[in-house]
C-alpha cells in the first residue's frame, strides 16, 4: 500500500512539473511576442526619422564616431574632436592682442631709447638716459607718490564702507533698501567730468556748499581752501570714493544675499554677535567676490586717478595733486 501511495505522488510531481514548464514556455512565448510588437511599434514610429541621423546618433551613444553636424555632449569632447576650431580662436585673440597691446608696447619702449624732435626724423640712441632724467624729475616722483596714495587710500575705504553698507542693508530690516541701492548707485554712472563739476562746486572757497555748512555751525565765516596745497588730495579722495562706493555696495549685497541664513541662526544660537557673524560667516563665503572686485578696482583706480585730477585740478596747485 505504502509503495503504491508513493508511486502516485511521484505520478503528481512529475505532472506538477510539466505544468509548470508548460507554463513558462507559454508566458516566454507571450513576452517575446509582446517585444515584438512593440519592436514593430517603435520601427514603425521611426519609419519617418532619417535613417543617416539615427544611424549618427546610435554611434555617438557607443562612443564609436563624433557625432558630426549634432551638439557635443561636452565642451572637452568638442575641443577634441576639432582642434583646428581651437587653434582658429585663439589665434583671432592673439592676433588681436599681439597688434594692438604687444606691438605698440615694444613701439613705445624702443622709442624710449631715442632722443627725435618733433619735426624730425633723426633719432639719436640715448639708451636708458632718458629714464634717468625721468628719475630725477621731482614732478614725476611727486606724481607717482600721489598715484599710489590715491590707489591704496581710495581702495581701503571704498572697500570698507561698501562691505558696511552692504552689510547693514542685507541684515538689517531698513524700509526703502532698493531706493537705498539706487541712491547709492547714482554716482556711479555719472561722469568724471560731472562728478568733478559737482565737488568743485561743493569745494568753493567763497560759496561753495561745505564752507557754508561749517559756516552755518560756527556761527563765523570759514573760507577753507579744499583744493589747496595741504587739502586737495583729501578732497580727491573723498570724490573717488564717493563715486565707486554704490557700485561695489550693489556687488556686495548681491553676493550676501546667497549666505544661507541658516547659518547665521546657528551662529546666533551659539552666542556670536552680529560683528563676528560678519567675520566669521560672511566674509569667507564672499571672498571671491571680494578678491575678483579687488583685481578690478585697483586697474580702474589707475585710470580714474589721472582723469579726476585732471578734470578737479590739472595737477595743481604748484603741483599738489
Not at 70 to 90: D, E, I, K, N, T
Not at 113 to 138: G, H, I, K, P
Amino acid at each position: 500500500m505504502s509503495a503504491e501511495h508513493g508511486g502516485q505522488n511521484g505520478m503528481e510531481r512529475q505532472r506538477d512539473k510539466q505544468k509548470a514548464g508548460e507554463t513558462q514556455r507559454s508566458t516566454g512565448a507571450q513576452c517575446e511576442e509582446n517585444a515584438g510588437q512593440q519592436a514593430l511599434r517603435i520601427m514603425e514610429a521611426l519609419s519617418g526619422v532619417d535613417e543617416e541621423l539615427l544611424e549618427r546618433c546610435m554611434q555617438e551613444e557607443r562612443g564609436e564616431t563624433w557625432n558630426k553636424g549634432l551638439l557635443p555632449r561636452s565642451v572637452g569632447s568638442f575641443w577634441r574632436a576639432r582642434p583646428w576650431a581651437a587653434v582658429l580662436c585663439l589665434a583671432a585673440a592673439v592676433i588681436l592682442f599681439t597688434v594692438f597691446m604687444i606691438l605698440p608696447t615694444m613701439n613705445i619702449f624702443r622709442m624710449s631709447l631715442f632722443v627725435r624732435s618733433a619735426y624730425s626724423t633723426t633719432e639719436e640712441f640715448v639708451w636708458l638716459q632718458n629714464f634717468s632724467r625721468l628719475m630725477a624729475d621731482s614732478n614725476f616722483i611727486r606724481s607717482m607718490q600721489n598715484t599710489i596714495l590715491l590707489i591704496v587710500v581710495v581702495t581701503v575705504v571704498t572697500f570698507g564702507l561698501a562691505l558696511i553698507f552692504a552689510a547693514i542693508l542685507s541684515r538689517e530690516k531698513i524700509r526703502g533698501q532698493n531706493f537705498f541701492r539706487i541712491i547709492f548707485y547714482i554716482p556711479n554712472i555719472l561722469s568724471v567730468v560731472v562728478i568733478s563739476a559737482i565737488f568743485s562746486a561743493i569745494y568753493d572757497t567763497n560759496n561753495g556748499t561745505l564752507n557754508s555748512l561749517l559756516s552755518l555751525f560756527k556761527g563765523d565765516t570759514v573760507a577753507i581752501l579744499w583744493k589747496g596745497e595741504s587739502m586737495v588730495m583729501v578732497s580727491l579722495i573723498i570724490a573717488m570714493v564717493w563715486q565707486a562706493i554704490g557700485y561695489y555696495m550693489v556687488m556686495y549685497m548681491a553676493s550676501m544675499a546667497s549666505v544661507p541664513q541658516s547659518l547665521y541662526e546657528s551662529a546666533s544660537l551659539d552666542g556670536a554677535g552680529r560683528l563676528t557673524q560678519f567675520f566669521q560667516i560672511t566674509l569667507p563665503l564672499i571672498w571671491t567676490n571680494i578678491r575678483t572686485t579687488l583685481t578690478f578696482f585697483i586697474i580702474s583706480t589707475i585710470n580714474m586717478a589721472f582723469l579726476f585730477v585732471k578734470a578737479m585740478t590739472s595737477g595743481g596747485p604748484n603741483g599738489a595733486s
